[in-house]
Structures are given as C-alpha cells and as structure tokens.
C-alpha cells in the first residue's frame, strides 16, 4: 500500500491495545471476549492492506525486513535478559527453562507449543505472519491466474477451513516449524482481508457510504452485542496453541468482532495519537510483555486473575496504557539508535532514496 490509510492505523492501535489488554488476566470473561479475535483482527488487516503484485524476492525482501529481523534481534535480546534474570531472581523464572542454547534453538524453530517461548511469548506471532504471508503470497499469484477469481479465493479459504479443522481434531500434537499449521488457520483472515480490499474497502469516506449514519451505528452495535455473547458461549480461544473451541461459532464471532472494531476505527477516521501508535505496533508487540511482568508483579499478581468488575477493568485499562507508553518511549529511542531492527530505514537512507527519486 503506497499511501497510510488513517483508519487502518487506527484499527491497528485498536488492535494492539486488546493484544496488550488479554496478556493482562489470567482468565475471565474479558480475556475470553478479547481472545475471540484479537489475534484474527490482525491477520485480516493485513490483507487488507497485502500487495499481490510485488514479484517474490522483492515481497520476501520486505517481509525479512520488516517481520523476521525484529524476531530474530528482540529473540535474543529477550532470551539473554531471560537467563541473566532468571540468575539474579530465580522465583521470576522458577519452573521455566532459562538455558540460551535451548532457547535459541526454540526461537530457530519457531514454535511457541506447547508452553516454550517463555523468554517472550507474544513473539510468536511474527514468524506466524510470516508464514502467512508467504501461504496468501502463493495463493494470490495463482488467483492472477485464473478467471473467476472470487470464486477460486472462496474456494481456497474453504480449503483451508478444512484442513485446519482437521489439523485441529486430528494432529493438534503435531508443531510445525514457523507455526504453519496456525498459519492455515490465519490465512483464512488474511485472504477475506485481501477480498474486503478487493471491494474498495480502503477508499472507503463516511460520506461516500450508502448506508445511513444512524443504521450503520445500529448495525455496528449490534454486531458488538452478538460478538461479545457469542464469545461467552465458545470455549476461551488460543491461536497460538490451535484452540478454537466450536469451529463454526469461533469463525463466526471473531469475524462478527472485527467487524465492529473496523467499523468503530472508520468512524473515529483521523486521530493523531491513535494513528501514531497504529505506525509503531510492532515496538509494543515485542516490547510489552517486560512492562507488563513489572507493573503487575508490583502491583500483586492476584488482582489481575480476571478483570471482570469494573475497578480491575479500569485498573487493568491504565496498565495497558502505560505499558503502550512505555514501549513507544522504547520505540523512539530504537528509532533514532538502531531503526533496522523494527524493520524501519534510518533517515539517512530515506533522504538518500529520495534523492534518487528525484533525480
């Protein structure tokens, strides 16, 4: 995508906020209703926002870049700060293997499964998306292939419903390296994603819509009443462990909240504090499990089993904030020392590519 679309930053903030918010409890009704999606929700803005038209080492190129360098560099940062931890302060660490060569040959893997990771759990979302990304990449150089294309993409997601389903039920014991077999389950996302954006989602303008204002907030609340109880009625959702509970209602849900939080991210249209921290998700993404371990460690550990009443929810709220603050201060500080490592061109490249373009 050449030009940032304001609302899709914003959905991204969104999206990061309930990915930081569910890492907060333990159980509960909120992380159950925050599970049902959060992880989807990003998946399916990334095929809003794929581009099928790049050839391959160029599409690889960026993706090296931008997905696996950071999980490489925050892997080893993480697992290194895990194992001087874990010496210093062994209750912090007690039950969990510190040792860096174990570690590194998980983060090689690429695995999360059963309970590995430990040093940095939410990293493995990036070779996730990773392998996504190349399994859409494949899907949609095909699809330019072929008439009908709808038609064919429809076909693919149902295929790969299926083999997820039956991944799920049958080899769920089964770990794929670079979480492939999650990644099935994500493509399904990512390519409705790419279908959304097909039908001009991305110039889509308030005042351009056909649907009266006052019917879209209507539908818009409706769908965030069926989502938040049909999320009551599955099982708590993992992707990363493949835990999906009833098929069918799990996709249905999770589909019916992104929905809403889509929608919600139109409205609000342009902000400037919600689209900088849509620009920058990544940087919370890696970053924040570390605020989260000290804030909640000092504040009691049981106060936030569930944060199912309204003072652990506003409680909680604030934590997340904080911790988003707190990894964007990180941010700009990595932005401005070492920015390759976020998958972003020091601004000495950007101006020495400028100048090439324009002369």
Excluded at 58 to 81: H, N
Excluded at 168 to 185: D, V
Excluded at 305 to 319: E, G, K, P, Q, R
Aim: with cysteine; proline share 3%; aromatic share 14%.
């Amino acid at each position: 995508m050449k030009k940032r679309v304001a609302w899709i930053d914003i959905a991204r903030a969104i999206g990061i906020f309930f990915i930081v918010l569910g890492h907060i409890p333990e159980d509960g009704l909120v992380r159950k209703y925050i599970f049902s999606f959060h992880v989807p929700f990003f998946f399916l803005i990334s095929g809003i926002c794929f581009n099928g038209h790049e050839d391959f080492k160029r599409f690889v190129e960026k993706k090296v870049k931008t997905i696996v360098v950071p999980y490489f560099v925050f892997s080893i940062m993480s697992i290194m700060i895990f194992a001087i931890a874990g010496h210093i302060i062994p209750s912090i660490t007690k039950g969990i293997n510190t040792d860096i060569l174990f570690n590194i040959r998980v983060m090689l893997y690429g695995n999360s499964k059963p309970s590995l990771m430990k040093y940095n759990l939410p990293l493995w979302f990036l070779p996730c998306l990773f392998s996504t990304s190349v399994i859409v990449y494949g899907i949609e150089r095909f699809l330019q292939k072929v008439q009908y294309k709808n038609i064919f993409r429809g076909l693919c997601i149902a295929v790969l419903i299926l083999i997820g389903g039956f991944y799920t039920k049958y080899m769920s014991h089964i770990y794929l390296p670079w979480h492939i077999e999650t990644a099935i389950q994500m493509a399904v996302f990512y390519l409705l994603g790419v279908q959304v954006q097909e039908n001009g989602i991305l110039n889509y303008s308030e005042q351009e819509g056909n649907t009266p204002r006052v019917v879209s907030v209507l539908l818009t609340g409706a769908f965030l009443l069926m989502g938040i109880y049909g999320s009551q009625l599955n099982h708590i959702v993992g992707v990363r462990n493949d835990s999906y509970g009833n098929f069918l209602l799990y996709y249905a849900v999770s589909l019916c909240n992104c929905f809403v939080w889509i929608r919600i991210a139109m409205y609000i249209k342009h902000n400037k504090v919600l689209e900088y921290v849509g620009k920058n998700t990544l940087s919370i993404l890696v970053l924040h499990k570390f605020p989260i371990m000290l804030v909640t460690t000092v504040l009691g550990n049981s106060r936030f089993v569930t944060i199912d009443n309204l003072i652990s929810f506003i409680a909680a709220c604030m934590i997340a904030i904080i911790t988003m603050g707190l990894c964007l201060i990180g941010n700009f500080v990595i932005s401005y020392c070492c920015p390759v490592i976020i998958g972003k061109q020091s601004k000495v490249r950007k101006r020495i590519r400028h100048e090439n373009k324009n002369s």
